[in-house]
């Protein structure tokens, strides 16, 4: 099963809400996988298979095993399931 976190400044805001379309995304494509919300400084990234995030936490996470995904129109639900896809 696939490993999903994302990442934003505190962990309630934009992460829950990419949370909430990623989950949306992989349920209608079909992928089986977790996907938990987190903050920028409590976050083991390498704990999971991918990162969604904002450029700017993108940046500090990038040393990471796990792929990032950089995603900052959040709204933009077929840009996430897009670049989704394409490390999936």
């Known amino acids: 099963m696939i490993k999903i976190v994302t990442v934003c400044g ?3 805001g934009s992460s ?4 909430v379309y990623a989950q949306q995304v992989l349920s209608e494509e079909g ?8 903050d920028i400084s409590s976050v083991s990234a390498d704990e999971y298979d991918i990162v969604i995030t904002t450029s ?3 940046d500090i996470l990038r040393k990471s095993k ?7 129109n959040m709204m933009d ?6 670049e ?3 490390v999936i």
């Open 10 to 12: 505190a962990g309630v």
């Open 16 to 19: 829950m809400m990419l949370r």
């Open 31 to 38: 992928i089986q996988a977790t996907v938990e919300a987190s």
């Open 56 to 58: 700017d936490f993108a």
């Open 66 to 72: 796990a792929k990032v995904v950089r995603i900052d």
């Open 77 to 82: 639900k077929e840009l996430l399931r897009t």
């Open 84 to 86: 989704l896809m394409k």
